[in-house]
């Protein structure tokens, strides 16, 4: 949630430029831990990311729903997978994102527009790694003892 919270952030650009946080930590966490997201959790998370992306309501709703359905499918046919495969699979995913984000959002989209696009899919397929560390270390201090009781 506080990935997609990012569009407050005073960042001053012509042009879309921060990638969607928000998508990029939820494609992390469900490839590095799918059964600790259920299938639904897209709902609320894509309705959160609406609230604060300025996206209508219910682009996020669908696109993270649909991108957790095809995350559960993906890892039924595909169990055991490497760094390398997670990181096609997000370079697939958040491209569709991005246009289908447009397109939900009533701009009309031409070669230009898509053009613009560009910087911010590319940042977005780049920092999917280092978003993938991050949520490597984040879940190793989360199942991290604190203290042992008895």
Same mark, same amino acid.
């Given at each position: ?34 059964? !600790? ?9 894509? =309705? *959160?990311?609406? @609230?604060? /992306? #300025?996206?209508?309501? &219910? ?28 990181? !096609? ?9 991005? =246009? *289908?984000?447009? @397109?939900? /959002? #009533?701009?009309?989209? &031409? ?40």
């Amino acid at each position: 949630m506080l990935g997609s919270l990012t569009p407050l952030l005073p960042v001053i650009a012509p042009a879309p430029i921060l990638p969607p946080l928000g998508y990029l930590l939820l494609l992390a966490w469900r490839m590095l831990r799918p059964g !600790l997201l259920p299938m639904w959790a897209g709902l609320p998370l894509g =309705l *959160f990311n609406d @609230l604060y /992306s #300025g996206q209508p309501v &219910g682009s996020g709703i669908l696109l993270f729903s649909v991108t957790m359905i095809a995350l559960e499918l993906l890892e039924i046919r595909f169990p055991w997978r490497s760094f390398w495969q997670d990181w !096609l699979v997000a370079a697939l995913f958040v491209p569709v994102f991005l =246009l *289908f984000s447009a @397109l939900f /959002s #009533g701009a009309s989209i &031409g070669f230009r527009q898509l053009a613009l696009l560009m910087p911010q899919l590319l940042l977005s397929v780049i920092a999917f790694p280092i978003v993938a560390k991050m949520v490597s270390l984040l879940d190793r201090v989360r199942l991290t003892r604190v203290r042992r009781i008895g």
